[in-house]
């Protein structure tokens, strides 16, 4: 039987058919016999010699056709024996999937529980890397005078400015009065830097979550952070283009794009996984 089949075959099969409607062909044919047995020998059975002959040519008649329906019982009983070993071999087959998915989760599990601290160190170490200031801008600078003209990111405490990448949007004024002066070129190295560190780590998120989806590891161990890692991304994109700066000026923006994209299709993929616990 082909895999697909149920695996008993229909009751309604020919071999089954013959056998059912086997004893409305053989038991006529027998009484049609005995029939005209007696009714050639009215008195009875005939004498030795007429009952033995009739005999075996009953028995002439009957055998083969005893002979056939043991010889279809037996291809029946063949048929049920191969129905069991496909049957058993479905439950090996099922039985060894099984085992392949579970060594499949052990050894994500595994992996997760032997790099989660990494995983853990690099998105707190790019949360850091976004919060932390790459350029400080004191009092006495031709920016800082220009910012507090403006009234922009300036510290209340003594008036010095904090560059981050999670402010450049708001203090994005302060930016381009820097990239209009002789201290443009400082920015611009410093942001670099900064945008450098913060795509590494990013990376090694990126990296790390990519090998847990394809491992099958639990979504509700790192999907969510994934995911609010991925729109902390989105956020820095936006923060840099507000800052209206040429990509080739800033190249390591075409790397954090291909993250951002990596990550939308890693993220889908999770999802779409189901969870083996």
Do not use: W
């Not at 400015?161 to 002789?182: G, H, M, N, W």
């Amino acid at each position: 039987m082909s895999e697909g089949k149920p695996l008993v075959e229909d009751e309604n099969s020919t071999l089954d058919k013959i056998i059912h409607y086997f004893p409305y062909f053989a038991v006529p044919i027998a009484i049609l016999m005995l029939a005209a047995y007696f009714f050639n020998f009215h008195s009875g059975f005939g004498d030795q010699g007429d009952f033995g002959a009739f005999g075996d040519f009953f028995g002439g008649i009957l055998n083969p056709m005893l002979s056939f329906l043991t010889i279809l019982l037996l291809l029946r009983q063949l048929r049920y024996q191969r129905s069991e070993l496909n049957s058993t071999a479905a439950e090996l087959r099922a039985t060894a999937e099984i085992h392949k998915e579970t060594m499949k989760h052990n050894q994500a599990v595994d992996i997760y529980e032997k790099t989660y601290k990494e995983f853990d160190s690099a998105v707190a170490n790019y949360h850091d890397s976004l919060s932390n200031s790459f350029l400080t801008i004191s009092k006495d600078g031709d920016a800082y005078r220009e910012a507090l003209r403006l009234g922009d990111g300036v510290s209340k405490s003594d008036g010095t400015i904090y560059l981050t990448l999670e402010t450049l949007e708001q203090k994005a004024d302060v930016i381009r009065d820097i990239l209009f002066s002789p201290k443009d070129q400082v920015l611009l190295d410093n942001l670099n830097i900064a945008l450098n560190s913060t795509v590494r780590y990013a990376t090694e998120i990126y990296f790390f979550a990519e090998e847990y989806q394809k491992l099958g590891v639990n979504n509700l161990l790192y999907l969510g952070r994934l995911e609010r890692f991925h729109e902390s991304l989105q956020n820095v994109e936006r923060q840099i283009e507000s800052l209206e700066i040429e990509d080739t000026v800033l190249p390591i923006t075409s790397v954090l794009n291909a993250i951002i994209h990596h990550c939308e299709q890693t993220i889908m993929l999770a999802n779409d996984t189901p969870n083996l616990d």
